[in-house]
Nanobody, 125 residues
Framework: QVQLVESGGGLVQPGGSLRLSCAAS????????MGWYRQAPGKQRELVAI???????NYGDSVKGRFTISRDNAKNTVYLQMNSLKPEDTAVYLC???????????????????WGQGTQVTVSS
């Protein structure tokens, strides 16, 4: 009952930048951690960046210093600014919410581990 919609992917040349957005919806009171993972063909899903509601962050080693995560708690939206993109950044980028407190008929309840459909990022010349 948490819907995540990503946007902002596309084709970019090496060294370029992209900004991804992910908006969560679904009668949400609050969200704990929001963030991004990615999966390239033939590879395991890996952490890109996550941000807790209070602002603490965690980045994958391969993106440190190049990517920046931010969020707008009032809009239940998380962003990923990607700079100095490399061909190895090519992947489907997936938005994740680890836990969200939502309104339900029986009262508020937690919904865990929600995922978006993903947005393709291709870095190529």
């Amino acid at each position: 009952q948490v819907q995540l919609v990503e946007s902002g992917g596309g084709l970019v040349q090496p060294g370029g930048s992209l900004r991804l957005s992910c908006a969560a919806s679904g009668s949400i009171f609050t969200i704990n951690t929001m963030g991004w993972y990615r999966q390239a063909p033939g590879k395991q899903r890996e952490l890109v960046a996550i941000m807790a509601r209070g602002g603490s962050t965690n980045y994958g080693d391969s993106v440190k210093g190049r990517f920046t995560i931010s969020r707008d708690n009032a809009k239940n939206t998380v962003y990923l600014q990607m700079n100095s993109l490399k061909p190895e950044d090519t992947a489907v980028y997936l938005c994740n919410v680890d836990a969200a407190l939502v309104r339900d008929l029986g009262g508020p309840r937690w919904v865990y581990d929600s995922w978006g459909q993903g947005t393709q990022v291709t870095v190529s010349s």
